[in-house]
């Protein structure tokens, strides 16, 4: 991935509490996502994905 990205299991709440917890200690959240992926025409999750902003490293 990307992004710094958190990837978890959790009940519908989790993803919220995680939010909260990452915005407390002032993590640089960009999205939140409840994902679900499809194998074999099927899908699987969901799980929830935490993602954070990097920071823009600008040359001198």
Do not use: Q
Not at 10 to 30: I, Q
């Amino acid at each position: 991935m990307p992004e710094p990205t958190i990837r978890f299991y959790g009940n519908p709440w989790e993803g919220f509490r995680a939010y909260a917890a990452a915005m407390t200690h002032g993590l640089p959240v960009f999205s939140l996502r409840r994902v679900y992926d499809l194998n074999d025409g099927e899908l699987h999750g969901p799980w929830w994905e935490l993602t954070f902003r990097t920071k823009d490293v600008t040359p001198c």
